[in-house]
């Protein structure tokens, strides 16, 4: 094995991490789909999505360096969302969450002299700041469209437009 126990076993936990944030968000869309608003359902649904790609580069990652995949189970995400300002509140205490977990297992790969780990993060490192960044933006204008949530829609749409 090219990684040590220790760096495994984080990683491991790392991959039940991003499938936890996956899960949140496949619960979240569903609850946004219930609401009619379709629009930040399809965005938390692409969410979703980048999570559980985010978990299976990890996995494949392990599998590269002969490390040991181990999957835990994840827990049940909340499901009892009342706001939308909850919804995109609990999203950014998620990728807040994962953000410390993938600078903690930042710390390990310096404090290892894991370069090869260490190289492989920074991806994660890069994609963490997006990600938090996204979700404060969302949740800045959830809070100024107030109890106007078809302005949130339309702006959602509108930048999921553009980027397609």
């Not at 399809?42 to 996995?59: D, M, P, S, T, W």
């Not at 991806?123 to 700041?129: A, G, L, S």
């Not at 204008?141 to 107030?146: E, G, K, S, T």
């Amino acid at each position: 094995m090219q990684i040590s126990q220790a760096m495994n076993e984080q990683l491991n936990h790392q991959v039940s991490a991003e499938f936890a944030a996956a899960h949140k968000y496949l619960a979240m869309a569903c609850v946004f789909d219930g609401m009619g608003l379709k629009m930040l359902s399809k965005r938390f649904l692409q969410q979703y999505e980048e999570e559980c790609g985010h978990a299976l580069k990890i996995v494949k990652y392990l599998l590269e360096v002969g490390g040991t995949v181990k999957l835990e189970g994840v827990t049940k995400p909340k499901g009892d969302y009342k706001t939308v300002e909850e919804m995109v509140r609990a999203s950014l205490d998620s990728e807040r969450h994962v953000t410390k977990l993938i600078n903690d297992l930042v710390a390990l790969a310096d404090s290892e002299k894991d370069y090869a780990t260490r190289s492989f993060l920074n991806w994660y490192v890069d994609e963490q700041v997006e990600e938090v960044s996204s979700m404060e933006d969302l949740l800045r204008l959830v809070q100024l469209a107030r109890d106007n949530v078809l302005q949130v829609e339309a702006r959602v749409a509108h930048e999921m437009a553009a980027k397609s």
